[in-house]
């Protein structure tokens, strides 16, 4: 006779994933305006939690989109060939050393599950950017943390200490979301020149545009191990909601291996004509930076006066710390129509975009109620 054990039949007794993945928290995105409308009971919002940038893309990105859109029904070039080319001239870097992906985020996914075996370790310093620790949990590696200083700069002495000891990969975020601390060209001289070529360097460049003091590819490639550096178009560029990032590799074997990873068709076509129309207009570009620093300025002018306790951020935000708490002020900021990040980071530290002009104006009217214990 046939004994059926039921128990080991019953689907609901066994988890079908991984064991990995009961360990790791999916990534907390900022609140859509839907959302943020429904909570706040208005529709006329500033919506300051994403780092987008709210002065728009370029305008020639309209007219590309439109045209890419006359043939919906042809897949896209799996290589984006035309975008790497223009992208590899303007830096001077061989496009076969340029990898596409939807979003730099994605990269950091398809980077970590390619180098990553279980058990290998993690270099980075907290707080940062989620998704390391994301991407890092579902390739079952350990995190190292050397956390960052009170003034949330990098501790370079601790972080070099673990550089040394030859991680899997080390990450670094610079200028480093949320806080917008940068990194300088001397400090990372100093972590590379430490740190073995067994280890994987990655260096998430997403707010480069807000910051280009040094050349971060001439000092990977002079210390010539096996890196990428990560680059996107949603911040400066301004197409977030197209999807599209690009890592710059130490070798076009390296982009081999990410393509085999990566699925062929990942960056739209559509995607792909608005990110050349942004890439190409340089003057749009750095208009728009130049706007957002200026306006970064005066935003951090006004929270001085209130003298509150922030961070030097090189990107398209400031970081600082509110004495009525992370969660409190950034729903009082909700009622006066702004959407905020609040960090999870001890001390009640939210994270707040720079917008447009009235987007700030209106910020720096809210803030002394928004802030006050
Ligand atoms: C926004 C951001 C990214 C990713 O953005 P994508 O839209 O996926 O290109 C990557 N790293 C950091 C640090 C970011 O802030």
Known sequence: MLVVDQKSLSPALVSPVRPALEGVGAYKAGMTLAEAGRLAGRGDLSKLASNENLLGASPKVAAAVQEALASPEIYPDPYCETLRAAIGARLAVDPARIVMTPGSEALIDYLFRAVLHPGDSILLSSPTFPAYEIFGRCAEASL?????LQSFDLDVEAFKLEAAKGPKLLVLCTPNNPTGNATSGVDLAEILAVTPRSTVVFIDEAYREYHETFDTLALLKAWGG????????????????????????????????LDRIRPPFNVTAVSQAAALAAWDDVEHLE??????????????AALDALGVQRTDSAGNFVFLRSPAGAEATAARLLREGLIIRPTPVPGGWVRITI??????????AALPAALAV
């Open 144 to 148: 190292i943390d050397v956390p960052r």
């Open 355 to 364: 917008g447009r002009p009235a987007d700030n104006n209106r910020l720096i």
């Open 226 to 257: 096996t890196w990428v550096s990560a680059r996107t178009f949603s911040k400066a560029y301004g197409l977030a909601g197209l999807r599209v990032g690009y890592g710059i590799c130490s070798s076009a074997e390296l982009v081999g291996y």
């Open 287 to 300: 208009r728009t930076v130049a706007l957002t620093i200026a306006e970064r300025g005066r935003v951090e």
